[in-house]
């Protein structure tokens, strides 16, 4: 059996005292996690229980899981809502925002403003 057979699975209550990812710093426990297992390259996370996760928690989640090229990282168990905002950060990494975007408006006069003349 090879080592990308054997599952292994971390229940994220088990590693955390509250069902939420509130910031970028609780991620480390999610590293240390993967850091602790050596027979395996398959880590399925369990999100049961799990019901938020801020937008920088799982934009740091996402990085950490690209930075293990030799294991294959995998979650289950989210509710909708970790879902979205998980697709939604990979998303945002594999089209960036423009860099060079300037905001650039046009000036009108208070008076057409409110004439509707523009």
Same mark, same amino acid.
């Given at each position: 059996m090879s080592n990308s057979s054997i599952v292994q699975i971390i229940h994220v209550r088990d590693i955390l005292p509250i069902p939420m990812l509130s910031s970028r710093g609780v991620i480390k426990y999610f590293d240390d996690a993967i850091k602790k297992i050596k027979h395996t390259d398959l880590i399925a996370f369990d999100f049961s229980d799990i019901e938020f996760i801020s937008r920088s928690? #799982? #934009? %740091?989640? /996402? +990085?950490? &899981? %690209? +930075?293990? =090229? $030799? =294991? &294959?990282? /995998?979650?289950? #168990?989210? $509710?909708?809502?970790?879902s979205d905002i998980l697709r939604s950060v990979a998303a945002s990494k594999v089209y960036p925002k423009k860099e060079n975007f300037k905001f650039n408006p046009n000036r009108a006069p208070l008076s057409d403003l409110l004439s509707g003349n523009c």
């Amino acid at each position: 059996m090879s080592n990308s057979s054997i599952v292994q699975i971390i229940h994220v209550r088990d590693i955390l005292p509250i069902p939420m990812l509130s910031s970028r710093g609780v991620i480390k426990y999610f590293d240390d996690a993967i850091k602790k297992i050596k027979h395996t390259d398959l880590i399925a996370f369990d999100f049961s229980d799990i019901e938020f996760i801020s937008r920088s928690a #799982a #934009a %740091e989640l /996402v +990085s950490l &899981k %690209e +930075s293990y =090229k $030799n =294991k &294959k990282i /995998v979650y289950f #168990a989210l $509710n909708d809502y970790l879902s979205d905002i998980l697709r939604s950060v990979a998303a945002s990494k594999v089209y960036p925002k423009k860099e060079n975007f300037k905001f650039n408006p046009n000036r009108a006069p208070l008076s057409d403003l409110l004439s509707g003349n523009c």
